[in-house]
């Protein structure tokens, strides 16, 4: 089920004002559809009634998906690494099992959904990703300033990440064996098995760089 509300918003070219619909909740398995807007960027289009002005209307958005055991909370910009929201902890009596994350762009949006769709640990996906960030680093010789999920392999043994690396944050897809995830799935089951305690949790980069030296410092 989705949660609606409406909201006005002022057309950043003509300047006209508009009663816009606004989703701030849904459940991916029971509207599929705005599941498919949210992974190929049509959910935030917004188009201006009057000028025909068409931009990207940023808002919060809590994704759910308790069939497959997950929230995602989207908040533009955000720079919480953790956040602990009190309506959503009454409505839903027991979420001790169900994991919450925070994003603060619509990539880590889209990339987590899809690496929960896969039933795949989202911090041991981010531990393996910084794994071959720095052999990504070695190997383009460039700065590499983002990067994410793409798939994950069984049957060919491999889990692929796209980079984006130097000044012009060029695309580069980097591929490795799926035993880099499994080991760092070992490592998150070690030491971080109780970061889904409480409240919705930051899980991307800057976390992976610190569990990182937080697991190098017990070696």
Known sequence: MSEKILKTVVCPKCAEKSETEIICSLNGKDVPDM????????????????????TQLLHPLLYNDMENGFMVYYIPNTKRD?????????????????????????????????????????????????????????????????GYFLEMSEEENTVSFQFFV???????????RLEVYRRSLEIVRRYFSDINSSGFVKIDREWSKEAFKIYKSKQ
């Open 35 to 54: 599941k498919k807007s949210v992974l190929t960027d049509k959910f935030f289009q917004w188009k201006c009634p009057r000028c025909k002005f068409e």
């Open 82 to 146: 953790i956040l602990v929201d009190e309506k959503i902890e009454s409505e839903f009596s027991d979420l001790s099992d169900i994991k919450k994350r925070l994003v603060s762009n619509v990539s880590e949006l889209k990339e987590k959904i899809a690496l929960l769709d896969e039933n795949a640990a989202d911090m041991a996906m981010e531990l393996a990703k910084h794994a071959v960030e720095r052999i990504v680093e070695k190997t383009a010789n460039k700065t590499v300033y983002e």
């Open 166 to 176: 130097g000044a012009e944050r060029r695309p580069y897809i980097q591929t490795t």
